[in-house]
């Protein structure tokens, strides 16, 4: 049984470029939550997404959106980069229940030059 | 809002002695709360939770914790260290309702031999 999946797994972007990340949850989830994780930090949450809408959505600027597909997988976009978007990010699975605790991938870890 | 406060950034530890990894939280409601591990180049892994019920909380690797009402605590603790426990670990509390997992900065446990 496939855990979660991100992918890629390292991306290098210049600034002002835009960015796809992708995300498969574990099998028999149907939420997905976004993570960014700075370098010594802990994760910082950016949005989740429940039946193909945003469901919640943390303090980031509208350059951060997402989509989660009829098969749950979901992807984060970030338009416009900054030197400061670069970090891990982290994307996790749950069932649709609050409390469900959250399964996570690997992260993408995207640098910005 | 709620936060959450874990009190040391670094614990070093010799091989086979107890941890302690400390755990504060601020909320006015009822909370559910966990322990995530975060080893090198990977993403999070559930360590233990406690949503309800008994106040100590039995996890993976031998880590238990303790849900404390009265001092809004929920420490970390695990008897014998052994060197494969060096990691990150990630203190994270949910309200419930419409918000999200909100973590600590995290605590890096490095085990001595």
């Known amino acids: 049984d496939a855990g979660v999946t991100q992918s890629p797994t390292h991306l290098i972007k210049t600034r002002g470029q835009q960015v796809t990340l992708r995300c498969s949850p574990k099998?028999?989830?149907?939420?997905v939550s976004w993570y960014q994780q700075a370098l010594g930090q802990g994760p910082q949450f950016i949005f989740q997404y429940y039946e193909e809408e945003e469901r919640q959505r943390g303090n980031f600027p509208d350059r951060f959106s997402g989509h989660q597909f009829p098969n749950y997988s979901s992807e984060l976009n970030v338009n416009a980069l900054l030197l400061g978007d670069s970090a891990l990010y982290l994307c996790?699975?749950?069932?649709?229940?609050?409390?469900?605790?959250?399964?996570f991938g690997n992260g993408t870890r995207l640098t910005v030059t | 809002a709620q936060s959450v406060t874990q009190l040391d950034s670094q614990v070093p530890v010799f091989e086979e002695a107890p941890v302690e990894l400390r755990c504060n939280y601020s909320s006015s409601v009822s909370v559910y709360l966990f322990w995530y591990v975060q080893y090198p180049n990977q993403g999070l892994q559930l360590l233990l939770k406690?949503?309800?019920?008994?106040?100590l909380v039995k996890g993976i690797n031998g880590f238990e914790a303790e849900f404390n009402k009265s001092q809004t605590s929920f420490h970390l603790r695990k008897p014998s260290v052994h060197i494969s426990d060096t990691a990150e670990y990630f203190c994270?509390?949910?309200?419930?309702?419409?918000?999200?997992?909100?973590f600590g900065k995290g605590t890096r446990l490095s085990v001595i031999a």
């Open positions: 994270a509390v949910l309200r419930g309702g419409n918000t999200p997992l909100v």
């Open positions: 406690y949503l309800s019920g008994s106040t």
């Open positions: 996790a699975s749950s069932e649709s229940s609050y409390n469900s605790p959250l399964h």
């Open positions: 099998s028999g989830h149907d939420t």
